[in-house]
């Protein structure tokens, strides 16, 4: 009886513990999206942007990666240790290259917690 007694004061002060959930990280799955222009001529400059979010960020949970793949071979990398701008919560990214047939572009994002994203793109050449 007074182990019942015992636990019954300790749940009725526990509950009298103000709860906060102001301090507590909410999960964020990585978005990323790409912007291109839909048509260009051939030979002209594209710059590619790659804008990519993923809340909370820090040491422990972040973005480990950007791959970037243009006609489905690999165009560029970004790396969290090599790239300052994949420290923050929200980051763009860009790439210029010069079009000369229709083009595809594949951007695939790792987070080191919440699994990956991926986004496509396609460029059409006018003549």
Not at 31 to 55: A, C, L, R, Y
Not at 100 to 126: C, Q, R
């Amino acid at each position: 009886m007074k182990k019942v007694s015992i636990l019954i004061v300790i749940a009725l002060a526990m509950a009298l513990v103000p709860v906060s959930a102001q301090n507590v990280k909410i999960p964020s799955y990585p978005t990323i999206q790409m912007n291109v222009p839909d048509s260009v001529e051939m030979g002209e400059e594209v710059t590619v942007t790659i804008t990519v979010n993923h809340k909370n960020s820090d040491a422990n949970n972040h973005i480990k990666y950007v791959w970037l793949y243009e006609n489905y071979k690999p165009a560029d990398t970004w790396t969290y240790g090599d790239c300052d701008a994949m420290h923050e919560d929200h980051f763009t990214l860009t790439y210029t290259t010069v079009i000369t047939e229709d083009t595809t572009f594949f951007a695939y994002i790792k987070s080191t917690l919440h699994g990956s994203s991926a986004v496509m793109a396609h460029i059409t050449v006018e003549s």
